[in-house]
C-alpha cells in the first residue's frame, strides 16, 4: 500500500524557533510538494521538488525552506517560526511518468503546527 | 491563471437523499479538474478526476462529477449520502499545463445526518 509518511502529527514551537517537518514516501514517487492548509483557505502550495536536489517555489514560499537530498524524504524547514505560520502542514508525492498516472498525489496525515 | 471556486463552504444533507458540492472553473485551456476528499485526521484522497475523455467522470464510492464546458463548472454528486461522506471536499485544478503543480479550492465541508 502506498505511504506518505510525515513524521509528527503535532508539534508545538516558541516565535523564533527553527523547526524541522519530515516527509518520506515509499513509492519512489519524484515529486514531491509541501503545502499548508487553513480554513476557509484551502491548500496552498509552499515548496515543490521534481528531483533530489532540486526545488521549486510555490505561491506562498516566504519564511520556508525546504531540503531533498534523498529521493524519498523532502524536509520543509520555518527558519524561525512565527504565530503566523500556526498550520496544518501536509506533504503529498506523485509518479513523474508520462500519461494520467503523474496528475495523482498522494498526501500524507499532516503535521498540525502550533507556534506560541 | 488557472483558478476553481467552491461555491459553498458547508452544505449540510440527511442519509439517504442527494448530494451537490458546486465547483466551478477558470482556465485558459482545457483544463484537468480533480475532486479530492478528507475524512476527519485523514490525508486527502482522489474522489476523480477529468482529463478531456468523457465528460461524466464516475469516482469512488458513488460520487461522479459532470465537466460543462459551456457553464465552466465541475459539480460533485451522489444520489444518496451516506454518514461515512461527512468530510471536507477539494475541488482542484492543474495549475499548469504538462505540471503537477495542483490549484486547491477553499473546501466545502459535507455534514450528514441520520
Known amino acids: 500500500d502506498v505511504k506518505v509518511t510525515q513524521s509528527s502529527r503535532y508539534l508545538v514551537k516558541r516565535t523564533g524557533e527553527k523547526v524541522f517537518l519530515e516527509c518520506v514516501q515509499d513509492m519512489d514517487h519524484e515529486n514531491m510538494f509541501w503545502y499548508r492548509q487553513d480554513p476557509g483557505l484551502g491548500l496552498r502550495l509552499i515548496y515543490f521538488s521534481y528531483d533530489v536536489k532540486m526545488k521549486e517555489k510555490g505561491d506562498i514560499p516566504e519564511g520556508y525552506s525546504v531540503s531533498r537530498e534523498k529521493k524519498e524524504r523532502f524536509s520543509l524547514i520555518l527558519e524561525s517560526a512565527s504565530t503566523n505560520q500556526t498550520s496544518m502542514y501536509l506533504c503529498?508525492?506523485?509518479?513523474?511518468?508520462?500519461?494520467?498516472?503523474?496528475?495523482?498525489?498522494?498526501f500524507g496525515s499532516g503535521t498540525q503546527l502550533s507556534v506560541l | 491563471a488557472q483558478s476553481v471556486t467552491q461555491l459553498d463552504s458547508h452544505v449540510s444533507v440527511s442519509e439517504g437523499t442527494p448530494v451537490l458540492l458546486r465547483c466551478n472553473y477558470s482556465s485558459s485551456y482545457s483544463p484537468s479538474l480533480f475532486w479530492y476528499v478528507q475524512h476527519p485526521n485523514k490525508g486527502l484522497q482522489l474522489l476523480l478526476k477529468y482529463t478531456s475523455a468523457a465528460t461524466l467522470v464516475k469516482g469512488i464510492n458513488g460520487f461522479e462529477a459532470e465537466f460543462k464546458k459551456s457553464e465552466t463548472s465541475f459539480h460533485l454528486t451522489k444520489p444518496s449520502a451516506h454518514m461515512s461522506d461527512a468530510a471536507e471536499y477539494f475541488c482542484?485544478?492543474?495549475?499548469?499545463?504538462?505540471?503537477?503543480?495542483?490549484?486547491f479550492g477553499t473546501g466545502t465541508r459535507l455534514q450528514v445526518f441520520p
Open positions: 503529498a508525492s506523485s509518479f513523474a511518468g508520462t500519461g494520467e498516472t503523474n496528475e495523482k498525489l498522494f
Open positions: 482542484v485544478v492543474i495549475g499548469a499545463a504538462g505540471t503537477d503543480k495542483l490549484i
